[in-house]
């Protein structure tokens, strides 16, 4: 018999296989949910501007966030070192620029068009080497970066950036890898709890484990199936009304409202609840 997963031959325990028989359409459903919020749970394996500024490659340089302050939890996709002004239609997001600014613009609106244009491009942020340019960094260019929360830090000393390339670059590679590596741990995770004939209950409370943080389960009337973690009672006060005011959406994402991060559950393609 093949596992309603598609991993191929696997005993199934007897338990498992008379749940099937009386339809554990909805335990599967909750079970391939859970495994697809791996994505949520392995966020943290990521390499944020503030901490890119902390490897010693960069803090070397004695960098100094001059704008943007709120932005340096922004997710560094990537280092790009660019010495020209017109970059940002180059770029995929994500990227964190380096530069010692030897060909951005002297005029003011010049420097405020880079790092709009920077900032419609959804770089991480932009460090900017003093010496070669700039004694310090015009107050056109950090009042732009201000308004439009990207993170602009200044380098007071000269940095090697092949260096700081390379290290952010291994610190992100090595962030993907651990990301997968919890990816297979929490795949194999629910794929023996289905096996394994667990509850809705019991799953829920595996998910709460592995998210760290309440997690309810309700049909589509709102009624609440099972819930798990620490907390959970709490946010179950008034729990139909207020889940009414979250709309139910098309994948995951947090929803409006309460703050919640909601899933769709899903049998046989037809919505059935969510988590």
């Known amino acids: 018999m093949s596992s309603p997963f598609g991993l191929g031959r696997q005993p199934l325990s007897l338990r498992w296989r ?20 791996r994505w949520c749970w392995t966020g943290d394996a990521v390499v944020t501007v503030a901490e890119a500024l902390a490897l010693p490659e960069i803090a070397d340089g004695r960098p ?31 990227e964190l620029i380096l530069t010692t600014g030897i060909a951005l613009p002297d005029d003011p609106a010049g420097l405020e068009r880079y790092v709009t244009d920077l900032a419609t491009a959804r770089v991480s942020g932009v460090v900017v080497e003093l010496g070669r340019h700039f004694a310090r960094l015009p107050p056109g260019m950090v ?12 380098l007071g000393r000269e940095v090697r950036f092949v260096d700081v390339t390379q290290s952010v670059h291994s610190r992100i590679v090595h962030a993907q890898f651990e990301e997968l590596e919890r990816a297979k741990e929490i ?14 209950a019991e799953i829920v409370r595996e998910v709460a484990a592995r998210a760290a943080c309440p997690v309810v389960l309700e049909n589509l009337s709102h009624q609440v199936l099972a819930h798990g973690g620490v907390g959970a009672e709490r946010i ?15 994948r995951t994402d947090v929803g409006e409202g309460e703050g919640w991060l909601v899933t769709r559950v899903a049998v046989r393609g037809e919505p059935w609840g969510r988590l």
């Open 187 to 200: 795949h194999e995770i629910f794929t023996d709890l289905s096996l394994e004939g667990a509850s809705v």
């Open 143 to 154: 009042d732009a970066a201000e308004r439009s929360g990207l993170p602009l830090v200044e």
């Open 64 to 94: 100094r966030v001059v704008a943007g302050a709120a932005g340096l939890q922004a997710t560094v996709r990537w280092v790009h070192v660019a010495e020209v002004a017109d970059i940002a239609a180059l770029l995929q997001g994500g």
């Open 236 to 250: 179950l006060a008034d729990w139909e009304r207020r889940s009414r005011t979250v709309p139910f959406p098309e």
């Open 18 to 37: 008379t749940r099937c028989r009386h339809g554990a359409s909805s335990t599967r459903a909750v079970v391939s949910t859970a495994r697809e919020w």
